[in-house]
Structure formats: C-alpha cells, structure tokens
C-alpha cells in the first residue's frame, strides 16, 4: 500500500489545516490507519490513529481536542483537520498504515506501522 500525503504549508499561529494522506489501494475495514510528526533531530512522534471501520481513535495529549483524524473508506483518504495550530507544531507530516490490531499505547509506536508516506512539512509561524 502506498500512502501520499498532502496539504502541508505555512500557517500562521492560531490557523488551521487539513492534511490528506491518499492510500493506493482499498485496504481492509480492520485497517489501522494514524498521523505521526517529527521535527530535526528529535524522534518520530505519534499524534493521532483511528481504524478504518471507526473505531480505535486515539490523540496525543500534546493535540487533543485541536486535532481531528477521519477517513473516507471509498475515497481511499485519510485526514488530519488541525486547529488552533501553535510553533509547537511545526513538523513534517507522516501518514502510516498496517494490517495489524492495537490498543493503547501500541498504535503510538512507530515500529507497529508498516506503511509509511514521505511526509508533508507543515510550519506554522508565530
């Protein structure tokens, strides 16, 4: 499965975007699809999952309730609507994929994904 991600830019503080991540193939409802970030020098982050079937959504305390992940089953999409955006956030941007089930602080390591787009630099200025 590919994934492409999109719709990263610059923002000003305060702003809002949506991220798109386009997946290459229909994958199963049993999918668990998430966002991660990572900045220079520091390790990938996770900031958000959730199944494509609509269960297992999760947020990193850092983005909870600024953060909306949601998927479009027949479009093959996956989105991450951000608000209140701060400097904090800027990051580029990673969508990831895998066939496997998680709950808990499984779905936040980065080794559990086997799926990963090139990412998309969101900066958000202040």
């Known amino acids: 499965v590919l994934l492409v991600e999109s719709g990263g830019e610059l923002v000003q503080a305060g702003g809002s975007l949506r991220l798109s991540c386009a997946a290459s193939?229909?994958?199963?409802?049993?999918?668990?699809m998430a966002w991660f970030r990572q900045t220079p020098g520091k390790e990938r982050e996770f900031v958000a999952t959730?199944?494509?079937?609509?269960?297992?959504?999760q947020y990193a305390d850092s983005v909870k309730g600024r953060f909306t992940i949601s998927g479009d089953d027949a479009k093959r999409m996956v989105y991450l609507q951000m608000n209140s955006l701060t400097p904090e956030d800027t990051a580029l941007y990673y969508c990831a994929g895998t066939q496997g089930y998680c709950s808990g602080y499984a779905c936040y390591r980065v080794a559990f994904y086997d799926y990963w787009g090139q990412g998309t630099q969101v900066t958000v200025s202040s």
């Open positions: 193939e229909r994958t199963a409802t049993s999918y668990t």
């Open positions: 959730f199944r494509w079937r609509g269960d297992g959504v």
